[in-house]
Nanobody, 124 residues
Framework: QVQLVESGGGSVEPGGSLRLSCSASRATFRSYAVGWFRQAPRKEREFVAAIDWTGTSTDYQDSVKGRFTISRDNAKNTVYLQMNMLNPADTAVYYC?????????????????WGQGTQVTVSS
């Protein structure tokens, strides 16, 4: 069992930046792919970004390309989501998830472990 803990959420004005972190309880996390998902009020959870276990393959939802960057530091068992040029449409609870095969995927059901989420609010 791997426990994931997200941090770094908060409130920011449009155009601002936040960096989310996803920290894992076990070193086996290093061999997992990690995805970030988000869920806004009254909407379904959606894919945001993913990174494979090596950190060399990434995938992004079209609406965040060029603004968000996913990266990982396996020595720290941590994956990051740098979010720039935030806008109100980015407001949601952000979740990280880990997938044991190590391959990036957008499919929610493919992920084996989930964190509890962190709130991101973009508002003026």
């Amino acid at each position: 069992q791997v426990q994931l803990v997200e941090s770094g959420g908060g409130s920011v004005e449009p155009g601002g930046s936040l960096r989310l972190s996803c920290s894992a309880s076990r070193a086996t996390f290093r061999s997992y792919a990690v995805g970030w998902f988000r869920q806004a009020p009254r909407k379904e959870r959606e894919f945001v970004a993913a990174i494979d276990w090596t950190g060399t393959s990434t995938d992004y939802q079209d609406s965040v390309k060029g603004r968000f960057t996913i990266s990982r530091d396996n020595a720290k068992n941590t994956v990051y989501l740098q979010m720039n040029m935030l806008n109100p449409a980015d407001t949601a609870v952000y979740y990280c998830a880990a997938e044991r095969r190590g391959i990036t995927t957008r499919i929610i059901s493919a992920y084996d472990y989930w964190g509890q989420g962190t709130q991101v609010t973009v508002s003026s």
